[in-house]
């Protein structure tokens, strides 16, 4: 079973405004690619790439690369943003895949593969992946922490009460831990040349008011939203205010680092 969600537009143009794209991650991909597949590297598909900052990363190192979602929105939404000339978008669902078997050099889920019905997406990869393909499955966990001079701390003591507030709203398909999910995967893959790897710790410098929107993106707060916009509302203003009351500013704008923690597991097909 799959589950359907980000797919309204607003989720998905907030998307495209606040999430994070794992440039780091792509980096170890390829030097992971590089020492394993057979170059030329013709196609890199992207799936439940959503607004695409994930998909146009991977441009520079492929002839072609598509992004895949089920969701119409979230490909609209990639569609319409300026995009490297080799980047396309498909709308389709992750165990579906419109291309032929052993066509693929690089298939890739960004923070996307725990929504899939996951053996079913794994066969599908499986079959459209070429000998000497790789796949690469990444996520992060939702615990982001925030730097910011001495009081680095009691920031994190409110990033806690935000996300503490928001685990009512989880979606039970992903249950309490995500990596739990991208582990069971990782351990039914049989190709014998895989890597798991659980503490990628990435830092970026951004306004708060981009860390309050990415923490809004997430499928338990966009369930709360759902329920009770206003509740949804007056939590982030709510957290927002502590945060920025901590820091002493008065603009949300103000910039902090924020610092998230990936996971990923990559393998070679034999
Ligand atoms: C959390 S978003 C991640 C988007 C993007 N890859 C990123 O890194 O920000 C998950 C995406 O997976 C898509 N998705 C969920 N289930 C899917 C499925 N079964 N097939 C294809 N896409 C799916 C959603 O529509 C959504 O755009």
């Not at 996520?139 to 996300?163: A, H, P, Q, R, V």
């Not at 040349?193 to 309050?212: G, H, V």
């Amino acid at each position: 079973m799959a589950v359907r969600l980000f797919e309204g537009k607003d989720h998905a143009a907030a998307y495209l405004q606040y999430r994070v794209a794992p440039q780091e991650l792509v980096s170890t991909v390829m030097s992971f690619m590089e020492k394993r597949t057979p170059k030329p590297f013709n196609l890199a598909l992207d799936v439940g790439c959503g607004s695409g900052q994930g998909t146009t990363l991977l441009a520079p190192y492929f002839a072609k690369v598509v992004g895949t979602d089920v969701s119409p929105a979230q490909i609209e939404t990639a569609q319409a943003i300026k995009n490297p000339p080799n980047v396309s978008y498909r709308q389709c669902p992750a165990e579906e895949l419109p291309f032929a078997s052993g066509e693929v050099d690089l298939l890739s889920a960004m923070t996307a593969a725990h929504w899939f019905d996951h053996q079913r997406f794994l066969k599908e990869a499986d079959r459209v992946l070429k000998p000497g393909g790789c796949l690469a499955l990444l996520s992060y966990t939702m615990d982001m922490e925030l730097e910011y001079g001495d009081i680095s701390s009691t920031l994190n003591d409110i990033c806690k009460e935000f996300y503490g507030a928001l685990l009512p709203f989880r979606d039970p398909y992903i249950g309490k831990s995500s990596k739990k999910i991208y582990l069971d995967m990782f351990n039914s893959c049989s190709y014998p040349d895989k890597e798991w790897n659980e503490c990628l710790r990435t830092k970026r410098n951004l306004p708060l008011s981009q860390y309050i929107g990415m923490v809004e993106t997430f499928s338990s707060y966009q369930k709360l939203k759902n329920k009770d916009p206003a509740e949804a509302e007056r939590l982030s203003d709510h957290i927002r205010n502590k945060l920025m009351s901590a820091m002493k500013v008065s603009s949300p704008e103000t910039e902090v680092t924020m610092i998230m923690h990936y996971f990923y597991w990559l393998a070679c097909k034999p």
